[in-house]
């Protein structure tokens, strides 16, 4: 890259500014909100907070870039300083002190060096009243740089200063100080947008930030690669609110940058500045250093020693209070700091990078993943996950030789447990650092406390409302499954009067064997009670689990779906009697849920299916019993995202309801707004007697199960003996974190304050999937058929023999292009899935989808 | 209570102070550390918080107590201000102020009422130049109460102050203000410790300020119970450092009393006051209220919509800055505000005691509590948990007519899943915090991130160092178990050449039966698989889980245990041959570890009995295959806390190494410490091929599980097919939250800084239970056996019949009085045991050990 001449930067900056400071407020709105664009890491870009205001962050920038661009370095280095937001504009400029310094002790150091500095100070954005300040009555400020053998320009919206000849091989040092957002007055920058106008909503600001960090430094003059220092300074303390008036550390915490903190030395600092710490620390941000001026109080001892040594805690000199003083000697004298500052990070970065490199390697040699087939993993594929933002993963790629941090949103919604938008993710983490500061986890049988009572109530008001009345917790949903085939078992014995005291307890001398009602191609977990309740499938061989025998009479089920712009039904051959085409088309979801379908001839024909099927089973063998049905209610989901036809659910229900067989749901798929209503038990119309919660109802963050139960399956445990009690449980029963996490997460999405897609009235989720956008997918000739209910839209891909179910690799290709697209895609063989959270905003969905769309197209074409 | 005359007070405080400061300084050390004394809740008790030094924090506390200390109101309220410590005194006395204020506001408003005000102020600790100043140079202070009908007495480590003529029915209003702890300079207390003396560690200040709270108000005039207000007042910021260098927020932890934060008005106040508030509710405390000065920035704004309303955020006007100004019209101008926030304390405190009382209620009435019977738990014995601290539960109770918080030892470690100290117990707190805040729960399989790869390459460093090269991560011990199995029998399978290819996969025209080898008395967890695993027990009977059949060959084993002195050895009588008595007794546990026992008689005896039964297993027909070991090394947990003799667990892994049968160890119950090595399999001396770890894990804050293998366990699942892979996972597989708090606590137990039970050299915990009172206890005439080994400590009481076994409830009355004791015992029927946590301080187990020793002796009288 040749060096421009200093004449061809953009002067006419500051006469557009004169003329029309309006164009400078254009912001264009980005509607992936929560999503900070890719971030190049190949450099080290740090976040400066303060502990408080007045604590120096300003000093630790121009210190840290000061000792970056020194003359004596080996590599003519540029440095990004940017400002983001700043009040008091343009009398105070924290971009301009760091650009006046920092050339003010460049040149103290020339020392007859041929490098050269170019330093420029630009103004992005300002509002009117600030603006007029610019041009009108601009305070005189010392200018360094207009001394000596600079070049300056005095603009105001951009400034440029040239020290030394820059005669240097290599090209010269370069410094850019940009100034986002100014606002006049002296005041928090939301208050300031109150007086002055120029509201910038937090998407935009991220927007911006994110083009001036990955904009190349124009003008930089080497032949190489540029070696870019980046500083991002924020306004005030690290809980200031920023111009919208979210606090700084939600606003910045997209990027997720390493932070340097400016620690408070004064009386009281050791706490400010241990609270500021602990505000990034929650929010995930990692800190790298602290930096504090020093006050003869000591508080860099306490703070090393709170901290355990984790970071490095550096202690600047006194700064010299007279404001006609201009810090040159004080930086100087503090060159030393900075400089090891300068190392301490630099370190940290390249630690990081290689931490990152390393990752794949060490994972694919350590971890044992499951469902996995590590021979079919290169560790090409292997996803480094850097950190996860609402719906977002943050993954690292290497990208044009470039160490890139990108957003990839989690269609797979993490094994279906995601649902919190990047507000809730940090509301849980603070009532989950809450909960385990309070409570850690405390012994649950026999006792009680807030957070397993709150969840509790919660859950019996909520999902479980009308009908249950207890509740049980465990760990997942495989357990919760075989909580719930106990309980059931039990109340059909109970009910059946199947106990050690009856006659029956022994029939023909042996113990009855008691079998599940189920659907062929359910799932309900990988332990061998959950197991036992699905029909044999890959999951179930003899070589995954010897033990498995699969103790169910396990039914057909017809199915539904959207194809050519059409939920159509597919019923198995030996439900087709009587059945006109009409009967299988469907213009809308909803009316496949209609009730009045309960009258329809084809309710006849399943009722008498279900009831031929528990016939043939009573009459093959008197000690066989069907002591439970078990369903995944409307969507069948590790078995290929498909969806049961309701009107046969429901039959399924009745029949067992009358010949007392208990009713198990499992929800840990569906609960809690998956598929659109809270419960889908709801949706489908259907009081069980057990049900089964896992995955989203902790906001989907940490591990809990819950079994609810009406009372009288709770009755049929009752006795005076422990050993009629469900022996059954884990050691962390309603462990506080998850509790609380539940607490949280089911009141957030039901509440239209916190989940704008809430519709009150009818207790729905609004349309997420652009329903024709949907149908035009339908119609896709690689399509087979496809789903869109709730938080889910699945497709399945045409394919045949090896390519179709769960083992197939067909989608590959499509998968390893939507991945570099933006989206973690992981199929369940030739069925591709978008899962977002109940909180998650349509147009998001629909970008989505949209994506998805565009690739299966371009996948028929190859 | 009669009103004493004032001359009854104990005036000669000061005298001593004058001739002995150190007399005040001496304290009595708790080593109970963690654990507050019992506190009262039964009336309002708040601590004031500051969110930096200098906003208000006294003027609050004066605010309250003068709202609370109205001559209008209609009951004579008492209210105790406690500082505890105070710099810069006594020029500086918060306490003294608080006293003068309340004194002059009440005389103000006294408007001819009769009634009267008894205020005095207290100074109980000094140091040695405080004391100096105090007699000798004391500042000359502007004193209201001297002014007017005022008896006051200028002494300084005690004044008294009465307004009014107390001539009101129901006696004078009371005001007590104390200060524990007073230095010199105005520095930070931990600073000024250093340079004055008088270093108070942190149970001796905690000890003395719950005394304080417990005090009755002396000098009360009246004649039924008081209305007592307490108000603790901090120094400095929530963070600021106590005189032993604790933050004060971790200080003050054990009391968790509800919290009033002085919220920062100025600019830059919005951060600070967040930042402190979120370091509050980190360390599990309630915030109440926020009060704060106004500054004319509108931080309050902020503030409530910051914190959605959760609570109330209180304005005052700005404080005059004039020094001369004596504050009394800025009072009266707050007062409305102070009613208020007087309102909201109560409201809040009504509301928590109401609570309190529901919950058993509530709990007995939704709740289905695992492994309980619950027509045995009556409402009166539901325990209501208000927090831990530590190894120690916060329990609420009403005793004597007053609302209790007692602190109650975990003695049963919340199903053994207990360790961290209160130190750790916050450390896992911020490191989930961070955890939650930066991944929330990401997608495991194909991926990698910090927390995931960390916790695996601890524990492969640790627990599985020397064998182990993969980890599985599940939720609980009973999915690691099921994992195990699954894996152990396809390696058997794999090394046997079963498998479809082979001829031998079907053997007679049927798949083999694989069952495990495993021991009479061990448990796996409750799902089916883990509990096929086991023998029947009470656990696997046709009413608890009608699919078990126990599909294992289980053999009786012999068992070690204390009695009288002495560790005995008990054998089956089919191993009995050859053995002399000399044989069968041990002077110390390490002795029967010693591998010299490998060439013992015994080693033979054992040797040819496990060879004998799979002999007779394999003759019994040519389709049963044992496919895994399967034992809980050295103790069974579940089944008894019996203690397996380790030479017979040693054979029957080098028996099943020999036949190629791969090792399961299910260490979910003694991994990480728990018997006194970080895992049971190096105090064995056994390499296995997969083993088990869970609860303590985290630390025991949040399930996570994992399954360590050895490589060649893990080629078995490799192949082209993901249908070889292992087909089992949890929604949550390493789940961030879990793996980071995992990571901590295996560095954290391990690392001598910060587990002072670590003997670096040996890998061992130090002993923890006092060895004389251990033997004491094994001759209790009650005593069947005893068990001390690590962490655990256990006793069999003599029983017989249903006395013995699970189901009994032979120990309720021992158990009952133990929770009286504050040890929350649940005995495994009558089996009792305590559990601490790998860092708790041999001093603390002796202490309960010794409750423990005292009640046994009681329960045999009775």
Redesign the interface.
């Known amino acids: 890259m040749a060096l421009p001449h200093a004449s061809s930067f953009r002067r006419h900056a500051l006469f557009l500014l004169c003329r029309s400071p309006s164009r400078f407020l254009f912001l264009s709105r980005s509607l992936s909100s929560s999503a900070a664009p890719g971030l190049d890491l190949t450099n080290p870009t740090y976040i400066v907070w ?5 604590v120096g962050k300003t000093l630790v920038s121009a210190g840290l870039a000061a000792s970056v661009l020194s003359p004596s370095s080996d590599d003519p280095f540029a440095f990004l300083y940017l400002k983001p937001v700043q009040t008091g504009f343009p009398c105070d400029s924290d971009a301009r002190f760091v650009c006046q310094k920092v050339s003010a002790l460049f040149r103290r150091h020339l020392n007859g060096s041929p490098a050269g500095l170019l330093a420029s100070d630009h103004l992005l954005n300002a509002s009117t009243a600030a603006s007029r300040e610019l041009l009108g009555g601009r305070p005189e400020q010392p200018d360094e740089a207009v001394e000596g053998d600079a070049a300056s320009r005095g603009l105001g919206a951009y400034e440029e200063t040239r020290i030394g000849n820059g005669e240097r091989k290599g090209g010269d040092f370069r410094l850019v100080c940009k100034t986002l957002f100014g606002w006049k007055e002296a ?2 920058p ?2 300031a947008v109150e007086r002055e106008g120029m509201l910038v909503d937090d998407s935009s600001l991220r927007e911006l930030l994110g083009r001036c960090l990955g904009s190349s430094l124009q003008g930089g003059g080497h032949g190489t690669k540029e070696a870019i220092w980046r500083v991002i300074e924020t306004a ?6 920023g111009p919208s ?1 979210t ?1 700084q550390c939600d606003l910045y915490r997209p990027f ?1 940058l390493p932070c340097i903190l400016v620690g408070d030395g004064r ?2 600092g ?3 500045t ?3 710490y ?2 990034l ?4 941000y990692d800190v790298v250093a602290i930096v504090l001026e020093d006050h003869s ?2 508080n860099g001892v ?1 703070l090393q ?2 901290l355990r040594n984790r970071l490095p805690v550096l202690i600047l000199p006194p700064v010299p209070q007279d404001p006609l003083n201009d810090l040159l000697d004080w930086f100087n004298e503090s060159s030393k700091t900075f400089s090891s500052l300068k190392e301490i990070l630099l370190s940290a970065h390249v630690k990081r990078i290689e ?1 990152l490199h390393d ?2 390697r ?2 694919g ?13 290169p560790e090409k ?8 933002c609402g719906e977002n ?1 943050s993954i690292h790629k290497v990208k044009d030789n470039q160490e890139m941090l990108i957003p990839q949103f ?1 269609a ?1 919604a ?5 649902g ?1 938008d990047s507000i809730l ?2 509301e ?3 009532d ?19 957070p ?2 709150q969840c ?2 919660l859950l ?1 008001e909520g999902v479980g409302k009308g009908w249950a ?11 919760a499954v ?1 909580i719930a ?2 309980m059931a ?2 109340k059909y ?1 109970f009910d059946h009067e199947i ?2 005291a009856s006659p029956k307890f022994r029939l023909h001398g042996s ?2 064997e ?1 079998k599940v009602l189920a659907l062929n191609g359910s799932y309900h ?6 197991m ?1 309740a699905q029909a044999p499938s ?2 179930t ?7 498995y025998s699969g ?1 169910g009479l396990f039914l057909d089920a017809p199915e539904c779906f959207i194809s050519n712009g059409l939920w159509n039904l597919s019923v198995p051959d030996c439900l087709q009697s009587n059945l006109k085409p009409e009967d299988m088309r469907f213009s809308s979801c909803a009316e496949l849920f209609c009730p009045s379908r309960d009258s329809s001839p084809i309710a006849n024909n399943y009722a008498t299916y279900i009831s031929e099927k528990l016939c043939d089973l009573a009459g093959s063998s008197h000690s066989i019993l069907v ?1 439970a049905l078990i369903i995944e209610p409307v969507i069948h989901g590790a078995g290929g995202m498909h969806m049961i036809d309701p009107l046969f659910q429901r039959a399924l229900v009745r029949e067992c309801q009358v010949r007392k067989i208990p009713i198990i749901l499992d929800e ?1 798929f569906t609960g809690f707004w998956r598929l659109g209503r809270e419960s889908a038990a709801e949706l489908l119309g259907c009081q069980p007697d057990v049900s089964c919660f ?2 989203l109802m902790t906001g ?4 809990l199960a819950a079994t609810l ?1 009406t009372e009288s399956v ?1 009755e049929a ?19 506080a ?2 509790c609380a996490s539940a607490a949280k997460a089911v009141q957030w999405f039901k509440d239209p304050s916190t989940n704008a897609n809430i519709d009150v009235e009818r207790k729905i989720l609004k349309e997420l999937w652009d329903v024709e956008l949907v149908h035009k997918i339908s119609y896709l000739p690689a399509v087979k058929r496809v789903i869109a209910l709730g938080t889910l839209f699945a497709v399945e891909l045409k394919a045949d023999g090896s390519d179709a179910g ?2 197939s690799l067909y989608a590959s290709s499509l998968v390893q292009k939507l991945r570099a697209d933006g989206l ?1 895609i ?1 199929p369940l063989g030739n069925v591709i899935y978008l899962m977002c959270g109940p909180c998650t905003s349509p147009h998001f969905c629909s970008e989505q989808l949209h994506k998805l769309h565009q690739s299966i197209c371009e996948f028929r074409k190859c």
């Open positions: 303060g502990s408080n205001t007045g005041i928090s939301h208050l005030g303390g690290v809980a200031s609110p008036g606090l997720r009386l009281g050791i706490s400010g241990i609270a500021a602990e505000c620390t929650f929010r995930g109080l000591s306490s020693s709170y931490r990752m794949p060490k994972a040699r350590l971890f044992w993943w499951p469902f996995t087939q590590h021979k079919l993993v594929n292997v996803t480094v996950i850097d950190s996860r993963f989690d797979c993490s094994w279906w447990t995601q919190p993710q940090i849980l983490a603070k989950i650092g809450y909960s385990a500061a309070r409570y850690g986890h405390v012994m649950f049988p026999e006792n009680v406390y807030e397993a009572l509790a109530e019996l009345s207890r509740a049980y917790f465990s760990d997942n949903g495989s357990t075989e085939l106990k078992f039990r014995m106990c050690a113990c009855p008691l977990g990988d332990t061998l009670g959950a036992e890959s999951y061989s003899f070589i995954q689990q010897p033990w103790r002591g840990v896992a995955k989907g963050v940490v591990p139960t709770f445990f009752k006795g005076d003996s422990k050993l009629m009690a469900l022996l059954h449980g884990h050691s962390y029963s309603a462990h974190i998850g769960y083992a973690y992981r």
